[in-house]
């Protein structure tokens, strides 16, 4: 109370801190909502969009479902829980459909000192041909490509103020799978 007090303005790009002191301090609280400009990601042309998938996953891989999570990777962004999950998801499509023709986009640092050895963990699960490690610093241009090729962008952290990867993908509109915490909720639901 005394730091928040002896400020003049408390501007918020979270919507549950916003929540919390706008009670409190209700003259001087703001809530300016996470944007990026729609220049940057987008939706591209569908040809286009299957000339960077074929370029990316491989002409064997065109027509596969692809998945992307792009986060640190770190305990609280549940990466092998992912890896899991998708382990799970390519059981299923297997004895449904007949065929495992799906990616996942890892876009980390597969040994982040933080997480899982993420190498380790999708070959112990028998996964790590349906997975992509995309692991170098990237452009917006090459970011927004990712998007567009994915079929879902996911974020199921335990704790996220905000989902950058989210809004991005939104944008380029793919569309998410996240968990229901903090400003996730706040994409997933529609909040008017």
């Known amino acids: ?31 300016i909502p996470h944007t990026v400009p729609r220049s940057i990601f987008k939706k591209l042309p569908e040809n286009e969009t299957i000339e960077h998938k074929r370029a990316l996953l491989g002409k064997e891989k065109e027509d596969n479902f692809v998945g992307i999570w792009i986060n640190r990777n770190a305990k609280r962004k549940r990466s092998s829980e992912v890896l899991a999950s998708w382990q799970v998801f390519m059981r ?25 050895n993420l190498l380790l963990v999708s070959e112990m699960l028998g996964i790590q041909d349906s997975v992509l490690f995309s692991k170098d610093r990237i452009d917006f241009d090459q970011m927004n490509v990712l998007y567009n090729i994915s079929d879902f962008c996911i974020n199921i952290s335990f704790a996220e103020g905000f989902g950058l990867s989210t809004l991005e993908s939104m944008q380029a509109g793919t569309p998410i799978i996240a968990a229901k915490t903090g400003g996730l909720t706040r994409q997933v639901v529609n909040h008017r």
Do not use: V, W
């Open 1 to 31: 109370n005394p730091l928040y007090g002896a400020t003049d303005l408390i501007n918020c790009h979270s919507h549950h801190t916003y929540t919390q002191l706008s009670e409190h301090y209700p003259e001087k609280t703001n809530f």
């Open 92 to 116: 299923n499509l297997e004895n449904s459909e007949g065929h495992r023709n799906a990616t996942l986009i890892m876009h980390c640092d597969p040994h982040d000192p933080e997480g899982a």
